[in-house]
């Protein structure tokens, strides 16, 4: 019987994940200054891959042949300067990387050999919740880690309602996030199996059950990491992160091997590092969260605000 097969490059990949607002741009944007390392890139599609396994709508073979072949792919145009993202303003851009003539000169280049990647540079992908299918991710490839950036739930539950997560929005067809249809309603796929307690629900309870959903799934799919896998994945705080920068980019290099440039800790500037966590008001989005929070929902987020910074062993 035939099974499906894709071969495989031996240069390093890394994945950046965390939750949609959690500092990936930020991290990635800093890692690209690291001495080999490739500019930032995002694929939609690769995440509809693990979105789709995740809600059992493909299985795990055609889930790791797909993540397979796109990771073959897109390594494979960018290697060759094949849509390469030259839009100035996004954070993707060959613009905002340091040396945007490395992709350029790549751009103008006639080579197009289908079997070979310069292993020299660390290709890096961004993975909005990657570690809810950090198992399957793992597994699409041997080259692959994974950093996963943890943030304060407060702060997300309020970024998100602040861009309307919690509203009725999925309908656009350029929304990023997996939707499904129920009762004539377009929902993101969070909502998964909770749809009639999600549309009962405000705004702004919607946003803080998404985030609880997704914390606790995260937390059931890193227990299930053998320890060599648990090898490849270094997680972050991001209050650590920005309280203490250089101490944060001292474990990254070890992890990705990579050494940091002067660039990394010029752009510490731009990223308005180290600061203080508690100095951008978060004491008024608190409130504004008890203020609109069912009392339930806001005492809930509490909880899982104090686990969170028992997690990444930080003191408030």
């Not at 950036?149 to 999925?170: A, T």
């Amino acid at each position: 019987m035939s099974k499906l097969f894709v071969g495989k490059f031996n240069n390093q990949i890394l994945g950046v994940s965390g939750f949609t607002r959690s500092g990936k741009a930020m991290l990635m944007n800093l890692i690209s200054t690291f001495k080999n390392v490739e500019k930032s890139h995002t694929d939609v599609l690769l995440e509809q891959i693990y979105y789709l396994h995740k809600i059992k709508k493909i299985n795990s073979e055609v889930a790791i042949y797909l993540l397979k072949k796109n990771l073959n792919i897109t390594q494979f145009y960018n290697s060759i300067g094949r849509n390469v993202n030259y839009k100035k303003n996004d954070f993707s851009s060959v613009h905002n990387y340091h040396n945007p003539n490395l992709y350029l000169e790549r751009t103008e280049s006639l080579t197009q050999r289908l079997d070979v990647i310069s292993g020299e540079y660390l290709f890096q992908i961004m993975l909005h919740s990657g570690m809810n299918s950090g198992k399957l991710l793992l597994q699409s490839s041997n080259s692959l880690k994974i950093i996963e950036i943890f943030k304060n739930p407060v702060e997300l539950v309020f970024s998100w309602i602040k861009k309307k997560y919690g509203k009725d929005i999925y309908k656009k067809p350029n929304v990023y996030v997996l939707t499904i249809k129920y009762k004539n309603k377009i929902l993101p796929f969070y909502a998964r199996n909770w749809e009639d307690k999600y549309l009962k629900m405000s705004q702004y309870d919607r946003c803080a059950y998404m985030i609880f959903k997704l914390y606790d799934d995260r937390k059931n799919e890193i227990k299930k990491l053998s320890t060599a896998e648990k090898k490849k994945i270094l997680f972050i705080g991001f209050d650590n992160f920005i309280n203490k920068p250089f101490q944060e980019i001292k474990k990254i290099s070890r992890f990705i091997k990579k050494k940091p440039t002067k660039k990394t800790f010029i752009n510490f500037k731009n990223e308005k590092i180290p600061r203080n966590s508690f100095e951008n008001d978060y004491y008024n989005k608190v409130k504004f969260l008890k203020r609109n929070l069912t009392k339930k929902t806001f005492e809930k987020l509490l909880k899982y605000e104090k686990e969170y910074f028992k997690q990444i062993k930080y003191e408030k």
